[in-house]
């Protein structure tokens, strides 16, 4: 059985936790809630990012993704932008988007990735 590793840990909560060769990323929302959606979404992914790379793996070993948008109708197409420009080519992943009632009333977006452990291509 493969130790388990966690990263950032508060009482309530692991960011990440590196488990079996698995790498679990908890929901990441924007630091700067003023922006738009591509803001908010580009500013979420770079936290997934720094999070996956201190698990030791980046975004080419992502296999499924879950997103949470505020108001589909109005951000869906906008998040799309910033999320195909950022997902590395080749390495699509799963994924499921949803509208729902965030935690703060200006959260846009929230994504949850889990991915290989590994270096991958990018």
């Known amino acids: 059985m493969s ?3 966690r990263i950032a840990t508060d009482q309530r909560r692991s960011r990440t936790v590196v488990y079996n060769g698995m ?3 908890g929901g990441m929302t924007a ?3 003023s922006q738009d959606i591509r803001g908010q979404t580009r500013q979420t992914l770079a936290k ?3 999070f996956l790379a201190e698990a030791g793996t980046d975004k080419s070993r992502l296999l499924t993704a879950q997103i949470w948008i ?4 109005s951000d869906f197409a906008g998040m ?3 999320w195909d420009a950022w997902t590395a080519p080749g390495a699509a992943s799963t994924r499921a988007t949803a509208q729902c009632e965030l935690g703060a009333p200006d959260v846009l977006v929230e994504i949850i990735v889990t991915a ?3 270096k991958g291509s990018v």
């Not at 505020?70 to 109708?73: E, R, V």
Request: cysteine-free; charged content about 50%.
């Open 70 to 73: 505020k108001d589909l109708k």
């Open 48 to 50: 997934i990012e720094k």
């Open 116 to 118: 290989a452990v590994g």
């Open 31 to 33: 630091d700067d809630r």
């Open 23 to 25: 790498v679990f990323v």
């Open 80 to 82: 799309n932008e910033i």
């Open 3 to 5: 130790d388990i590793k």
